[in-house]
């Protein structure tokens, strides 16, 4: 039996791999295995198993990681599918994408060759750079050997590996290759249980006695919840065993993400209003139906969607089917989570999401794997989850941004929903107050069933939402820049105040000051990695990179003329609770942005203070704007709409509306109606005037032909080619090449097939260190792209630039 494997590398191709008798019994598709690649030995899964294989030296494998499967055939087919359309290497995928823990892969070591500690002694000593000499000490400390990797951590210098050959090479130090055991391993516990009857001659010492009345409270016991309770009891239990009381037995426990949840009684006496009820009927039928089919549920904020997507899974369970639910990263709270544990019982229910810990994350995969678990609620790497017998997908606020990756593979969780959904034959939800103009595209093209729901439950009102113009606002005096409160948004915070309720303020960006210059020669702060300017955190006094992280003390004086006349512009989160705390000093204020959010809980502490109406105003970025509902919010304020409206990126104005209509939908839960304020240098804009009216399907009819206008997606398909060097003219040069070999493919489709824009220096022209250009292939046909693409990177194999690829991009800078 042969096998072919993926192996976590920058390589497209996979690898066979021989069977040897031993191991052929445990062989199953979706295991992992330790097998030699080149020198090494490395992780590998195993995606198929022929009888047949051509080629010479075909190597064995050498162990079977997994007892059980990771992932079954199904799940490679969806892989395969989603490694080419990204262009990105299944088997790096898989790494990433699955569990980490149990895998095992060698990694090569360096300690002192016999005598090399003597280079010191013997003179030779004056012959080694300073960083030779900090190895030899360290390795002089580790008579047993470092591994580079950690060496290179400890050393920090990229250097490094060229130093340590040097040394090799004059015998001064020697390497081998080691293989750790796994990080992690399955947990097994033992578990100690009375025997139905035992001989009654028996004698007990009280305190055996005492541990038998514990069991026989409790039934089964772990072992360690005895020695919690009776210290260290070990041989109280050899005693017990011997005398034939008790039995021992072992198996695996899975570790949970925290404590289990005190639920009450199952909720659910949720009456449905007729909008609900004609929305989940509809859904039902196609579940019913039980093959693939896209369902849009479009409910303005407020209308109860949840409530409706928990009634479907609770019928797509009872017909033995699995579920997946996706929600931004941000909307995954505790509160939903209790919400679907009430609903449906603990144990039903796994969590994926990054803020896992890695034991907690490699358990819940394989109970979901093994069936054991049949919904699974989480962010967008969710979605490659291995549920069971599939029916379907609900994907919540569809059209967040948080559903694209940005590094590694650059994937699309609501679009891959789909591909997942069609292979697997499950109906696939896809629920927003603003869906994305890509879903509404294929709805008008009857590829979507449409549902809607326009009222809010309970007949609650729409809030109503007023612009104000900020060009009439005046500044201290009548001169200067327009305040950060207009005299409308102030007068209705304070009202709010007086009546007891609540005001959320909205401003999508963190710090203080947005830049800092000096005012006598206008030096401005930037980032030494990044061509960005730095924004001024009060809180810490410091001045951060928002890219890179890059952090600097705020300095005192200008490093070019020496003044100390340093003056920050721009407003940021930090700075605007600091305005309001001033205008309102009797007001109860907190801020909630990713600065502020970093402790354990900090999320969960202020949510519950809004709860409890302890807090009067609450000043945010995007994180106040997702899923919460607090019914004393009566006035939501966004400080400027201009942000997201002026970015250079053709979705501007599909993001600006879809953030006016979310944070305006914050508003008004209750029984009191709420008010909404929109603060704008644009205030004719379209995209404001629509969010003001709440009205999807006007911005959807002005957006459009703006769209085909300028061929822009849902119109064509887009492949962007991220280009970065770390030289600004050899990168020129690479990238102009390319161009070049992009533009001749593009020419040899002949005519209007495909359209290559660029490439031009990215907007955010250096990040990290690395100068950026992008190169934008358009086209309506998503396979003419991709082999366009392909052969691209085949002509410009081996050019001083590294090509990163992002298909059906989001993100233009
Ligand atoms: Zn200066
Ligand atoms: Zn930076």
């Known amino acids: 039996m042969f096998l072919r494997v993926a192996i976590p590398i920058p390589s497209d191709r996979t690898f066979l791999y021989a069977v040897p008798e031993a191991l052929a019994g445990d062989i199953a598709i979706g295991k992992r295995v330790l097998v030699p690649l080149g020198k090494k030995l490395r992780t590998g899964y195993i995606l198929e198993k022929t009888a047949e294989a051509s080629g010479i030296d075909i190597k064995d494998i050498i162990e079977i990681l997994d007892r059980e499967p990771l992932l079954h055939e199904e799940d490679i087919q969806f892989y395969r599918w989603v490694a080419d359309y990204y262009f990105y290497p299944l088997g790096k995928m898989l790494g990433e994408v699955l569990p980490a823990g149990g895998e095992r892969k060698s990694e090569r070591w360096v300690m002192l060759a016999p005598g090399g500690d003597r280079c010191e002694m013997t003179g030779r000593e004056g012959t080694l750079s300073p960083l030779q000499r900090k190895i030899v000490e360290l390795l002089v400390r580790y008579p047993r050997g470092v591994s580079v990797n950690k060496l290179c951590s400890a050393l920090g210098r ?26 992690l391993a399955p947990r097994r516990e033992r578990f100690v249980n009375l025997r139905d009857c035992w001989p009654a001659e028996v004698k007990t010492t009280e305190k055996q006695l005492s541990l038998i009345r514990f069991i026989e409270q409790y039934g089964e016991v772990p072992m360690s919840t005895l020695r919690k309770t009776f210290g260290d009891c070990s041989a109280l239990v050899k005693g017990l065993l ?32 007729d909008a609900q009820r004609s929305a989940l009927r509809k859904i039902l039928k196609d579940v019913a139906a039980q093959r693939f089919s896209p369902v849009v549920l479009h409910g303005v904020t407020g209308s109860g969607k949840t409530e409706v997507y928990l009634r479907v899974i609770g019928e797509t369970l009872r017909r033995g089917g699995g579920v997946i639910v996706l929600v931004p990263e941000i909307a995954l709270t505790p509160q939903l989570l209790h919400r679907f544990q009430e609903r449906f019982g603990d144990r039903e229910i796994a969590v994926l999401h990054s803020g896992i810990a890695k034991a907690v994350r490699y358990d819940q995969w394989r109970r979901i794997a093994g069936g054991d678990v049949r919904i699974v609620l989480g962010a967008r ?63 008008r093209h009857r ?46 915070i304070g009202q709010t105040l007086t009546a007891g309720n ?16 000096c005012a006598d020669c206008g030096h401005v702060f930037k980032c030494l990695n990044c061509d960005l300017t730095l924004t001024y955190h009060r809180d810490v006094g410091s001045l951060k990179c928002h890219y890179c992280d890059f952090t600097v003390l705020t300095p005192g004086s ?103 209509t979310q944070v305006s939908g914050r508003g008004g839960r209750g029984d009191l109606p709420g008010r909404v304020f929109i603060q704008t240098f644009n205030p004719e804009h379209y995209a404001i005037r629509c969010a003001q009216a709440q009205d999807y399907g006007k911005f959807y009819d002005q957006e459009l032909p703006l769209r085909q206008a300028l061929n822009y997606p849902p119109f064509s398909r887009i492949v962007k080619l991220i280009l970065s060097g770390l030289h600004r003219e050899d990168g020129q040069a690479s990238v102009e090449r390319l161009g070049k070999i992009a533009r001749d493919a593009a020419a040899g489709l002949g005519g209007l097939a495909v359209e290559v824009v660029g490439p031009a220096e990215a907007p955010l022209s250096r990040i990290k260190g690395r100068y950026r250009w992008q190169l934008l292939i358009k086209g309506r046909d998503s396979r003419v792209l991709h082999d366009l693409v392909r052969e691209i990177l085949a002509r410009t194999a081996g050019e001083p630039i590294d090509i990163k690829i992002d298909v059906d991009p989001v993100n233009f800078m």
């Not at 990229?158 to 990080?183: C, T, V």
């Not at 695996?252 to 006496?269: I, K, M, N």
């Not at 970093?598 to 009067?616: C, P, S, V």
């Open 381 to 443: 790497s969710a979605l490659f989850a291995p549920v069971r017998d599939l029916k379907l997908i609900v994907v919540d606020e569809e059209h967040d941004s948080s559903y694209k990756q940005e590094d590694h593979m650059r994937y699309h969780a609501r679009d891959l929903a789909l591909v997942k959904a069609k292979l697997a034959g499950a109906v696939v939800v896809l629920g927003s107050a603003t869906p994305g103009i890509q879903t509404c595209f294929n709805v």
């Open 558 to 660: 200008c490093p070019r003329c020496r003044s100390r006349h340093i003056a920050g512009y721009g407003l940021g989160t930090e700075r605007l609770e600091a305005e309001v705390k001033m205008l309102f000093p009797e007001a109860r204020i907190a801020r909630m942005d990713s600065d502020a959010m970093t402790a354990a809980g900090a999320q969960e502490r202020i949510l519950r203070a809004l709860d409890r109406r302890e807090i009067d105003i609450l000043v945010g970025t995007q994180m106040i704007t997702k899923g919460h509902d607090f019914p004393g919010i009566t006035l939501v304020g966004v400080i400027s709409a201009d942000m997201a409206l002026n970015m250079p990126d053709f979705r501007a104005a599909e993001r600006a509306f879809q953030i006016l």
């Open 502 to 517: 609540q005001t959320l303020l909205f401003l999508n960006r963190r710090g203080f000051h947005t830049f800092m210059h």
């Open 158 to 183: 990229q250097e490094l590996r060229a130093e340590l050959r040097i040394l090799r090479d004059r015998n001064i130090l020697r390497s081998e290759d080691r293989l750790p055991g796994p990080q």
């Open 242 to 273: 011997k005398k034939g009381i008790i039995t021992l037995s072992e198996r695996e426990v899975h570790r949970r993400p925290g404590p289990a949840p005190e639920l009450g009684a199952p909720g659910g006496s949720f009456v449905l209003n």
């Open 447 to 492: 590829r979507y069933r449409y549902l809607t729901m326009k009222e809010r439950v309970e007949r609650r009102p729409m809030p109503s939402v007023e612009i104000v113009d900020m060009r009439g606002e005046k500044g201290q005096g009548g001169q200067g820049p327009a305040p950060v409160l207009s005299r409308a948004l102030g007068e209705a």
